[in-house]
């Protein structure tokens, strides 16, 4: 049955602050809570709240909290230079949080408003808050960051990224809350719940026996070095740091494997790692070739083209030869470019013009960079490894190599759930992937997405290892998405049709 309008202002209030609690109940499902159960349970009670009352409303409260807790490190950009920028954190939090809130109550609203009334309105909150993940994972460039699927990283339900991708582990967490509110009656509701518990129980089982199955290993081994050289963000492009940072780095390169480690085959250096431009290195390349000895480096560096500024990964080989050169496509909007900027220099408004050297340019194509005997890697530039869809090149690579520099957002959640993305880019598209992070966290991950080896945040060091091996492409790395865009679509065709057979029924009944 349906609550009425609420208008008494103290119940409202209650009403909203009490989704606000469950909304953020459902963000200690992600990263680094990882409350997946605690998450589960406060997603059911939030879609029984949605389809009791006001859907928009408690959805735009509900998502304000989620955000609010989930994505709370988005201040930290701002404390880097607090004199400065300090005063916008808290103006950050809020509209980002308001954002991603008016995706939920937007998505919870449309489905209620599709599934009319009952069981049929359960389901189209629940539809509509899938939605709401799906659309906000590619509008405006995208955001698929804490997607629902996310908060089972952490368990061997993340073995099903590899048919269904993080998107569709978001369906399944969906349906798992909402199958109670889909029962006719409330005395069936504990026994629906029951069957959630047992079908987490069953893909719990079937995701453990995937795990414990061999990767296989490579043909042909490749020993990484993978470098953390701990330069905080506040210092490291001061001019009495940016030096030293870059010494560090050729230190680390230098240094001679532990005992029973590999020489490595090649070195991973981490995001703008240099403090200078590819094309105005002076000495620079030569001395980071002659540190590795020989071994090719990846190293991430800026680069110039006229007035055009590159975020780009560099393959430094013997002697200081530049080899193949990637530049980042997919860019940070209001972080490394303003969207818009150049089509607002025709208009003499050039401060926000990348093309005018404020801010970065985008690559003009993904490609592979083909490393001879080291294999086909796929490079991803930080924000590039949360993007799945980004991902389907023509050609499989052998793996994945991520550089990043997650000084930005503190040490507390960003960099854990920018590591969790990296984890089901391994799963969804079954290849390792090598990530050289500036303060951490470094790793290498296996094509199941375990962690083999890492370097926490704050750390100084490096990591030798051989990369694991890779496995036959799962079927989400050939589908990708697609088949998610039509399942929303085949459910709010569901969800529209019982909605509308419920009102036709209470119609004939009133009659």
């Not at 924000?383 to 499989?396: G, I, N, S, T």
């Not at 503190?410 to 799963?427: C, D």
């Not at 492409?473 to 529209?496: C, F, H, N, S, T």
Request: glycine residues 12%; proline residues 8%; aromatic residues 10%.
């Amino acid at each position: 049955m349906r609550v009425p309008p609420l208008y008494n202002p103290a119940v409202k209030i209650l009403v909203w602050g009490l989704a606000a609690i469950l909304g953020a109940g459902v963000a200690l499902g992600q990263a680094p809570f990882g409350l997946w159960g605690v998450a589960l349970v406060a997603l059911s009670l939030l879609i029984a709240m949605g389809q009791a009352t006001s859907p928009f409303r408690v959805g735009l409260a509900a998502g304000t909290g989620y955000a609010a807790l989930a994505m709370f490190w988005i201040v930290e950009p701002f404390f880097v230079e607090p004199e400065i920028y300090g005063w916008m954190a808290p103006f950050a939090l809020i509209f980002m949080a308001l954002g991603m809130g008016l995706f939920w109550a937007l998505g919870m609203s449309l489905g209620a408003r599709l599934g009319g009334a009952s069981v049929s309105r359960a389901a189209g909150v629940a539809v509509g808050l899938f939605g709401a993940d799906l659309v906000r994972s590619y509008i405006f460039t995208g955001l698929p960051w804490v997607l629902f699927g996310h908060i089972w990283i952490d368990t061997p339900l993340s073995q099903g990224a590899a048919l269904v991708g993080a998107m569709g582990l978001g369906a399944l967490t969906l349906g798992l809350a909402v199958l109670p509110w889909l029962m006719p009656r409330a005395n069936w509701r504990l026994p629906a719940a029951g069957v959630s518990a047992a079908v987490i129980a069953g893909l719990w089982g079937a995701g453990s026996w995937q795990l414990a199955q061999p990767v296989p290993p490579r043909a042909t081994p490749v020993n990484l070095r993978i470098v953390q050289p701990n330069a905080p963000q506040d210092l490291k492009w001061r001019p009495d740091y940016a030096e030293e940072f870059f010494f560090r780095h050729l230190d680390l390169t230098a240094a001679p494997p532990a005992p029973g480690k590999p020489a490595p085959d090649l070195i991973l250096w981490p995001e703008t790692a240099v403090p200078f431009l590819l094309d105005r290195a002076g000495d620079g390349l030569t001395m980071i070739a002659e540190a590795a000895r020989g071994v090719p480096v990846a190293v991430g560096i800026q680069r110039e083209e006229g007035l055009r500024y590159f975020n780009s990964l560099a393959m430094i080989e013997a002697g200081g030869k530049i080899g193949p050169v990637y530049d980042k496509v997919h860019l940070v909007p209001f972080g490394e470019y303003i969207p818009f900027g150049d089509e607002l220099s025709r208009f003499g408004i050039t401060a926000f013009a990348a093309r005018e050297g404020n801010g970065y340019s985008a690559g003009t194509a993904r490609k592979l960079l083909d490393l001879g005997p080291l294999g086909l890697v796929q490079p991803l530039i930080c924000y590039e490894a949360v993007f799945p869809q980004d991902m389907h090149a023509e050609r499989r690579p052998d793996w994945l190599l991520q550089i990043t520099n997650d000084a930005w957002f503190g040490e507390l959640s960003g960099p854990v759930q920018h590591l969790v993305q990296a984890r089901f880019r391994a799963i969804e598209f079954g290849l390792p992937l090598a990530r050289s992070a500036n303060t951490g966290i470094s790793a290498l991950i296996d094509a199941r997405g375990r962690v083999v080896e890492s370097l926490g945040m704050g750390e100084q060091g490096v990591i030798d290892a051989p990369l694991p091996g890779s496995l036959a492409a799962p079927p989400y790395a050939r589908m990708g998405d697609g088949p998610w865009l039509a399942g929303l679509i085949a459910a709010v065709a569901l969800v529209w049709g019982l909605g509308r057979k419920s009102r036709v029924d209470r119609r004939r009944i009133g009659g």
